[in-house]
């Protein structure tokens, strides 16, 4: 039996202890959060398994094999930390740490005491993703040409972090997932308009092989948008998470252009429209899947796909963002 301890039991923690919980062969057997209404919620929805407001117990226990780190990302580098140097396996929260050294640091640990770490990148687990990424590895939207998300609803704000650290992770994770190629340079630019912290902001990540990405993270947007666009040589695909059915359509479209032999200077351009298609997509609950398959990886001593290097290279692109946005859309190369 796998025994977990969480730390943190706020907005997402819940979700991590029903999970990791309810899986054949491992229980949670121990909750810490500094806020006392915790506890009477985990009393509701698990009677069984104790509370506690020092995350030293977690951390230091003998009887626990794997510490969730559920809380805010400025406390993240030392719960883990902590997790790491007194031997437990760590599941952490994205985004993974506050800073690329923290995370290699963090990294380098894991690897000294041979244990393992797995970033919160839910959305790797998704149906949808899972069906973009064998799409793109089947070759069926050709060579890559851009990948384009939109992320946008009115609020939560945060006041510890700005939108960029709050929601471009989910999509910088799934862009590290799918773009094979390694990014090379970031440009941001962001504002803020109420709580001191940008609340809009634009990424472009540029890769090699001419492969661009954008990323549009907004709190103030009077819709709620959940939408990627990703444009290969032989076909575009749309995914809409917001949609019930069909959250994946493929478009047999696209353009080329050729020379007129006739006149080299003179290009020719033919567009093609063929049919739209929706291929079918698995209906899971992808924490679950995420928690079952970190299960495994520790019983099998495998590195998980979302680990502390996939964690680390959101980290990096954070990081640079901030950077650009901070002088004004300025290059930071990585």
Known sequence: MIRIGVIGYGYWGPNIVRNFHTHEGSEVVLVCDKNPKASERLRMAHPSIPFTSNPAEIVKSPDIDIV???????????????????????????????????????????DRKNLRIMVDHTFLFTGAVRKIRQLVDEGALG????????????????????????????????????????????????????????????????????????????????????????????????????????????????????TNPANLHQLLVSYRSGDMWAPQVEQVEALRAETAYFLKCIEENLTPLNDGNAGLRVVRILEAAERSVRNRGEAVTL
């Open 68 to 110: 969730a780190v559920v809380t805010p990302v400025w406390a993240h580098y030392q719960l883990a930390k902590a997790a790491l140097e007194n031997g437990k396996h760590i599941f952490v929260e994205k985004p993974f740490t506050c800073s690329v050294t923290q995370a290699e640091e963090l990294i380098e640990l894991a």
């Open 143 to 258: 060579d890559l040409y851009y990948y384009d998300s939109l992320r946008v609803n009115l609020g939560l704000f945060q006041h510890d972090v700005n939108v960029i650290w709050d929601l471009a992770p989910h999509d910088l994770s799934i862009m590290d997932h799918i773009i094979k190629e390694k990014p090379e340079a970031v440009v941001a630019t962001g504002e803020k308009h109420l709580n001191g912290v940008e609340d809009v902001a634009f990424i472009t990540i540029y890769f090699p092989k001419r492969i661009i990405a954008h990323v549009n993270v907004n709190w103030l947007s009077p819709v709620k948008v959940r939408t990627t666009l990703i444009g290969g040589e032989k076909k575009m695909l749309v995914w809409n998470d917001l949609e019930a059915d069909e959250k994946i359509k493929v478009y047999d479209k696209g353009v080329s252009m050729s």
